[in-house]
């Protein structure tokens, strides 16, 4: 998902449900809510400039991150159990509003 601007799209939330790993340019939402393989617990593969080398680094990437099948169903099983529903959304509010009181 090389986008330019994303605000929060739901697409890489879909990809990750199903155990999908996107390779996503940092902007916005996708860097918000994909975390990079290259960090504990990390679900996708992110790049930040949006420039050829950069994608096909980040394709490459990708490619040998399935010739390590291991890490890979490890980080397909992180992804996976990521919860986004509006439940732990609330959850979390709910959280914040408590700790103030």
Not at 15 to 43: A, F, N
Not at 59 to 65: K, P, Q, S
């Amino acid at each position: 998902m090389p986008s330019r601007v994303e605000p929060c799209g739901l697409n890489q939330m879909f990809s990750m449900r199903y155990g999908t790993l996107p390779i996503v340019r940092s902007t916005g939402g996708l860097r918000d809510s994909v975390k990079d393989i290259s960090q504990e617990g990390g679900v996708g593969i992110r790049f930040d400039n949006m420039d050829f080398d950069q994608m096909m680094h980040a394709i490459w990437r990708a490619y040998d991150l399935y010739q390590h099948p291991d890490y890979k169903n490890r980080c397909v099983e992180q992804a996976m159990a990521l919860d986004y529903s509006w439940d732990a959304s609330a959850q979390k509010y709910k959280d914040i509003y408590n700790s103030l009181m």
